[in-house]
């Protein structure tokens, strides 16, 4: 993520500095410095062995901080109900134009402020490498809204950069995530890890070393 060493770390909470860098890109996807064009393998490879023993065909997926919808896009051609936003307006118009048929599966959303009617609605939430973007301060308000999303025998999988000891601001973004920090900023929401979290090397070149836990909820917290 491209963010100068001196800029100010709370951009990285601010929806403008997410808008600025697909409004700049100009319709060029590779201008904007997370999108790949494709799903994430990690997503890819938990959907075909894990997600058929927890979610059904036509449950209903919300996708966080989903930019250009690769993810989304992968889920509604596995048959779920997705609810796919970003607080970047031109990224969810970007999508749905390179999705039109689905048009209406993509929102524009603030994570620190999401509707109402979203609350504990769905089956299954995907958030894949929005905390480890979003400055060290205003992670737990974060995790908050993501929690927020699950329902009440939902699911939650989460995919991000790891690191085996805390970071500090300066050490980012993106801010990679312990497993320890991951465990606590979501069990204080009533969500609980389903399974030792996984700890792995990606595909990328260099590889970067990730993590990916599945939560689900355990009730009010």
Same mark, same amino acid.
């Given at each position: 993520m491209a963010l100068t060493a001196s800029g100010p770390a709370l951009l990285t909470?601010?929806?403008?500095?997410?808008? *600025? %860098?697909?409004?700049?890109? &100009?319709?060029? &996807?590779?201008?904007? $410095?997370?999108?790949?064009? !494709?799903? *994430?393998? *990690?997503?890819?490879?938990w959907?075909?062995?894990?997600? $058929? *023993? %927890?979610? !059904?065909?036509?449950? !209903?997926?919300?996708?966080?901080?989903?930019?250009?919808?690769?993810?989304?896009?992968?889920?509604?051609?596995?048959?779920?109900?997705?609810? &796919?936003?970003d607080c970047s307006a031109t990224a969810i118009h970007w999508a749905q134009r390179l999705d039109a048929g689905h048009s209406d599966r993509y929102h524009v959303a603030d994570l620190f402020s999401l509707p109402g009617r979203w609350q504990r609605r769905f089956d299954?939430?995907?958030?894949?490498?929005?905390?480890?973007?979003?400055? %060290? =301060? &205003?992670?737990?308000?974060a995790a908050r809204g993501i929690a927020s999303l699950v329902g009440q025998r939902g699911h939650l999988l989460l995919i991000a950069r790891h690191s085996h000891e805390p970071v500090?601001?300066?050490?980012? $973004?993106?801010?990679?995530?312990?497993?320890?920090?991951?465990?606590?900023?979501?069990?204080?929401?009533?969500?609980?890890?389903? =399974?030792?979290?996984?700890?792995f090397l990606d595909d990328e070149s260099p590889p970067v070393r990730r993590l990916r836990a599945l939560f689900a909820r355990t009730g009010a917290p």
């Open positions: 909470r601010d929806p403008l500095y997410f808008e *600025s %860098i697909y409004r700049d890109a &100009a319709g060029d &996807a590779a201008l904007v $410095p997370w999108e790949d064009g !494709r799903a *994430s393998p *990690s997503l890819v490879n959907l075909n062995a894990v997600a $058929p *023993s %927890i979610v !059904r065909c036509g449950a !209903r997926v919300a996708v966080v901080g989903c930019g250009l919808g690769s993810d989304a896009r992968e889920l509604i051609r596995r048959g779920f109900d997705v609810t &796919a936003f299954l939430v995907v958030e894949i490498n929005t905390l480890q973007a979003i400055d %060290i =301060d &205003a992670r737990p308000e500090t601001t300066d050490q980012g $973004p993106p801010w990679p995530l312990t497993t320890d920090e991951v465990r606590s900023l979501l069990e204080r929401h009533g969500l609980r890890p389903v =399974d030792d979290v996984s700890v």
